[in-house]
C-alpha cells in the first residue's frame, strides 16, 4: 500500500467525520461497522431469533417480575450472541484492545429474554477526574503496578424498551459491580484482586450513571478529543503498518519499560505513529466525556494510592438481587410513573439490523434522533 494512497483514506476519512456533530458521526460509524461485516448465513438466522429474544413487557409493571442474571461469556455460540446483541442494540462503536478483557450478557431468569451486555477491560492509565479522586500518582500505577486492580466498562448497554421505558441502562450499570463479575474476573486475573471500575458517557456529564448509587462522578475530561478514524479505515492503517514497519503494532501494544505488566490501550499510539510517518493532520471534536468510578470496598482509594494494605468491607452489597432491587424501587419505579402520566411510555425496540445494505441518508434519516438512546 502506498503512502500517499492511505493518507488520502484516512484524510477524507477524518474530513467526513469531522464535519459531522458527535450522534451522526457516531451513527455513522455505526452504519458502516454494520455494513462491513460479512454476514454468513448462520450469522443471518441468529440476528433473527436475537431481535425475537429483547425483553418486551405486557403491561408497564412487568419490570418488577423481571430477574436478572448476569452470564459468563465463555463459549464460541454465548461469544456469537454477545456480539451480535452488542453491535446491533449499541450506537457506539466498540473494539477489543490487547489486554484483560471480559464480556457477560445479562439476560432474564424467566423468560431468557435479552436485557443487556457488558464488557470489562484493561482501565485507562490516566484519566484526569478518576484520578484526582483516588488521590494516586503516575508512580502508584505504573509502577506499583496499581493499575491492575482496576477494570473499565467499555460496553455497558440495555436492550430497548428497557432502556428508555425503564432506564434499564441504570440496571446494566449496576450490575457491572455484581459479585458474579467481579468474582469472575477475580478468577481470570488472581494476581491482583479488582477493587474497582471505571468508565466514561459519550456525552459529557449527561448519562445513565447519574444519580446512580456506588458510582461516582468525577470530573468529567476536558477540552477536545482526537476524531479516531472508522473501523474499516483504522484495519487499512494497520495493514499499512505490519507492510512497511513489521513487528511495530505489537512494539506499541506491549507499552515502554515503564508500563511493563500493565496491559496498555495501543489505539491511539498506533493512530499517533501512523499519523506522523503518513503526515495527516489530527481533527478533533470539542465532546468532553463524563468520568465515573466506582470504588468496591471501604479503602479503595487508600489501597490504590498505596497508604494502606487493608481494603477493608465491601462498601455496598454487590450481589445481583441487592442490585436489582435498587434499580426497581429507586428508578424504574418512578421512570414508569412519569412516562405513564405523560403520555410518553413506550414498547418500541431499538435494533440495527436494517441497517444492513441501508443507505447512509436514509439510516441518518430513520436512526439520528435514537442516537444515545
Not at 479522586?133 to 428497557?162: C, E, F, H
Request: hydrophobic share 35%; glycine share 6%; proline share 5%.
Amino acid at each position: 500500500m502506498k503512502n500517499d494512497d492511505v493518507k488520502k483514506l484516512v484524510e477524507d476519512d477524518l474530513e467526513k467525520l469531522a464535519s459531522m456533530p458527535v450522534p451522526e458521526s457516531l451513527l455513522y460509524k455505526k452504519w458502516i461497522e454494520v455494513n462491513d461485516y460479512n454476514f454468513s448465513i448462520k450469522d443471518k438466522q441468529r440476528i433473527y431469533e436475537l431481535k425475537r429474544s429483547l425483553w418486551k413487557p405486557e403491561n408497564p409493571q412487568d419490570y418488577m417480575k423481571l430477574e436478572p442474571v448476569v452470564l459468563i461469556v465463555d463459549t464460541a455460540q454465548q461469544l456469537q450472541t454477545w456480539n451480535l446483541l452488542r453491535l446491533f442494540i449499541s450506537t457506539a462503536p466498540w473494539s477489543q484492545n490487547p489486554g484483560r478483557n471480559a464480556k457477560y450478557i445479562v439476560q432474564d431468569n424467566k423468560t431468557k429474554d435479552y436485557l443487556g451486555v457488558i464488557s470489562l477491560g484493561s482501565d485507562f492509565i490516566a484519566i484526569g477526574g478518576r484520578d484526582k479522586y483516588i488521590g494516586w500518582t503516575i508512580d502508584n500505577r505504573l509502577k506499583d503496578k496499581m493499575l491492575n486492580y482496576l477494570a473499565m466498562g467499555s460496553s455497558i448497554v440495555p436492550t430497548q424498551p428497557l432502556g428508555y421505558s425503564f432506564v434499564g441502562g441504570k440496571l446494566i450499570a449496576l450490575l457491572v459491580l455484581s459479585d458474579t463479575i467481579e468474582n469472575d474476573w477475580n478468577r481470570r486475573y488472581r494476581k491482583e484482586k479488582l477493587d474497582g471500575i471505571t468508565t466514561t458517557s459519550l456525552f459529557g456529564g449527561f448519562s445513565q450513571y447519574n444519580r446512580l448509587p456506588y458510582w461516582r462522578q468525577c470530573e468529567s475530561s476536558e477540552g477536545t478529543i482526537p476524531i479516531e478514524p472508522s473501523e474499516p479505515v483504522y484495519i487499512k492503517i494497520k495493514e499499512w503498518m505490519e507492510e512497511n514497519y513489521p513487528g511495530k503494532i505489537k512494539d506499541l501494544s506491549c507499552g515502554d519499560e515503564n508500563t511493563v505488566g500493565i496491559p496498555t490501550h495501543p489505539k491511539n499510539s498506533i493512530l499517533t505513529f501512523a499519523f506522523k510517518h503518513l503526515k495527516v493532520k489530527n481533527r478533533e471534536n470539542k465532546a468532553p466525556r463524563g468520568v465515573y468510578y466506582a470504588p468496591l470496598y471501604e479503602n479503595t482509594n487508600d489501597f490504590l494510592a498505596k497508604k494502606t494494605k487493608d481494603l477493608g468491607k465491601k462498601k455496598f452489597d454487590n450481589s445481583v438481587k441487592s442490585l436489582t432491587n435498587v434499580w426497581k424501587e429507586r428508578f424504574a419505579k418512578n421512570r414508569i410513573s412519569n412516562l405513564l402520566k405523560d403520555g410518553r411510555y413506550s414498547t418500541d425496540t431499538l435494533f440495527y439490523d436494517d441497517l444492513i445494505g441501508m443507505s447512509w441518508e436514509k439510516a441518518k434519516e430513520k436512526y439520528i434522533q435514537d442516537v444515545g438512546r
